[in-house]
């Protein structure tokens, strides 16, 4: 089970840290994506973490702005954005992949997770 927390309100230029918590299955054994879908958009890739946290990879839009990293010893992921743009608003989904290595987050956009979280909304507006 993946449980996203820490959506909301925000205005532009501001930041949120979202969190992604895990339970029932090993999370030191999966790569773990972040994903969001906009009103009337297709859901799109954001970003992923390998199961070790030794490789990351971002979509070109928020490279510079997101972070993603993980702390296994508590079961959870984390997504810090910074300079948050209208753009980014959209319900945002992380999801778990049964994969190791440093190179299971490579083609994170096309893979098919094992397991979904149930969203948080992230809005931003002045």
């Known amino acids: 089970q993946l449980v996203e927390s820490g959506g909301g309100l925000v205005q532009p230029g501001g930041s949120l840290r979202l969190s992604c918590a895990t339970s029932g299955f090993t999370l030191d054994y999966y790569a773990i994506g972040w994903f969001r879908q906009a ?14 946290g030794d490789s990351t990879n971002y ?15 508590k079961n959870t992921v984390y997504l810090q954005m910074t300079n948050l743009k209208p753009e980014d608003t959209a319900i945002y989904y992380c999801a778990a992949l049964f994969r190791r290595g440093y190179y299971a ?22």
Request: hydrophobic share 20%; proline share 2%.
């Open 39 to 52: 009103p009337g958009k297709e859901r799109e890739g954001v970003s992923c973490i390998t199961d070790s």
């Open 59 to 73: 979509a070109d839009s928020v490279k510079g702005r997101f972070t993603i990293s993980r702390d296994n010893a």
């Open 105 to 126: 987050c490579e083609a994170y956009r096309g893979e098919t997770y094992d397991y979904w979280g149930q969203g948080t909304q992230v809005t931003v507006s002045s």
